[in-house]
């Protein structure tokens, strides 16, 4: 099934609360699947990509851009530069990991890190 930008929404909101504590990683996947009908092992990845960016770690699973962009972007605005640089290093981190699977390579997340990083140097 694919992720949508709806069903990305919806997990944002979830995983902002693992990350705060205030509900364990099974409530929240629960909480994910329930709300936006995404399955529960996609909710599962969605909570680790992004506590991993919370914390600037590497990350195994991908998801598509449209939903690396609005976490970076929502990361940004809701918790600050701190944070936002984090989920760039992590996403780095995701792109190079990839690389070396010998499957191809990031070029879609590779250039919106790019760009991302040139609005906090131009900013």
Same mark, same amino acid.
């Given at each position: 099934?694919?992720?949508?930008? /709806?069903?990305? *929404?919806? +997990? #944002?909101?979830?995983?902002?609360?693992? @990350? =705060?504590?205030?509900?364990? $990683?099974? !409530?929240?996947?629960?909480?994910?699947?329930?709300?936006?009908?995404?399955?529960?092992?996609?909710?599962?990845?969605?909570?680790?990509?992004?506590?991993?960016?919370?914390?600037? /770690?590497?990350? *195994?699973? +991908? #998801?598509?851009?449209?939903?690396?962009? @609005? =976490?970076?972007?929502?990361? $940004?605005? !809701?918790?600050?530069?701190?944070?936002?640089?984090?989920?760039?290093?992590?996403?780095?981190?995701?792109?190079?990991?990839?690389?070396?699977?010998?499957?191809?390579?990031?070029?879609?997340?590779?250039?919106?890190?790019?760009?991302?990083?040139?609005?906090?140097?131009?900013?």
């Amino acid at each position: 099934m694919r992720i949508t930008l /709806e069903m990305s *929404k919806g +997990a #944002f909101i979830v995983a902002k609360k693992v @990350f =705060l504590e205030q509900k364990t $990683r099974t !409530e929240g996947k629960v909480e994910i699947n329930r709300s936006t009908g995404m399955n529960e092992g996609s909710a599962q990845a969605f909570i680790t990509i992004f506590l991993a960016m919370m914390s600037g /770690e590497a990350y *195994k699973r +991908a #998801f598509n851009n449209e939903t690396n962009k @609005f =976490l970076l972007e929502n990361i $940004r605005r !809701e918790f600050g530069e701190k944070y936002f640089h984090n989920a760039l290093n992590a996403a780095q981190k995701h792109v190079d990991y990839y690389a070396t699977l010998g499957k191809g390579n990031l070029s879609g997340l590779q250039s919106i890190i790019n760009e991302m990083r040139l609005s906090c140097v131009v900013s």
